[in-house]
Every structure is written in structure tokens, then in C-alpha cells.
């Protein structure tokens, strides 16, 4: 059985960081695709930040890009994403997921989901 569980998220200010953890069981990160998304409120799901199987390719959304990076390490099967320079429209519930290395990395379409971290900014 698969699960990925998060941690790390929040309540911080503007400015501040955060790193987000996501503890795999029943998958090696090693062998899938990670990625995380949000939700922010009154919004669809997000692709923040995506990593290939092979840890050799990354994906940031433009939102996001210079101030968050995902990586993992695979001795503790566990991807994360580092957060930066945080705003008050960072605020939303943010999840891992995990996709089979047939798919590209860069596709929404991830089978396995986290059940959700909130990290809420505030001025």
C-alpha cells in the first residue's frame, strides 16, 4: 500500500521559509516521478514543482521559480520542497504526489497523493 505523508507546512510571514517534507512508504521516489502541488483557495490544483525519476530534471512554475526547489533523497525516500521569499499568495494546501516513470515528470496526471500540508503567509 501506498502512502506519502507530509510535513513541514504552516503558519509564517511574508519573507520567511519553510521546507515541506514528503515521506514515501510502498514506492521508491527513486523509481517514480515526485511532484508537488496546490491548491489555493477558490482554485484548482497546481503543479508547483516536478522531478523526474532519474533526479536529473526539474520543473518550477513561473509563480514559483527562483524561490521554491524540489529535490529528495532517496537513502530517506522522501521528497522536498524548499520555500523562500514566501508571500501571502503562496497560502494554500500543498500535496506530493507520485507518478510512474513512464510518465513524463511534467504531467498533472500523478496516481499517488499525499493528504495535503496547509502553509498559510501572512504580512
Known amino acids: 500500500q501506498v502512502q506519502l505523508v507530509e510535513s513541514g507546512g504552516g503558519s509564517v510571514h511574508t519573507g520567511d521559509s519553510l521546507r515541506l517534507s514528503c515521506k514515501a512508504s510502498?514506492?521508491?521516489?527513486?523509481?517514480?516521478?515526485g511532484g508537488w502541488f496546490r491548491q489555493r483557495p477558490g482554485e484548482e490544483y497546481e503543479l508547483i514543482a516536478g522531478l523526474d525519476w532519474l533526479d536529473v530534471n526539474t520543473y518550477h512554475a513561473d509563480s514559483v521559480r527562483g524561490r521554491f526547489t524540489i529535490s529528495r533523497d532517496n537513502g530517506k525516500n522522501t521528497l522536498y520542497l524548499q520555500m523562500n521569499s514566501l508571500k501571502a499568495e503562496d497560502t494554500a494546501v500543498y500535496y506530493c504526489?507520485?507518478?510512474?516513470?513512464?510518465?513524463?515528470?511534467?504531467?498533472?496526471?500523478?496516481?499517488?497523493w499525499g493528504q495535503g500540508t496547509q502553509v498559510t503567509v501572512s504580512s
Open positions: 510502498g514506492l521508491f521516489f527513486s523509481q517514480y516521478n
Open positions: 504526489a507520485a507518478s510512474p516513470s513512464v510518465r513524463h515528470f511534467q504531467s498533472p496526471a500523478y496516481e499517488y
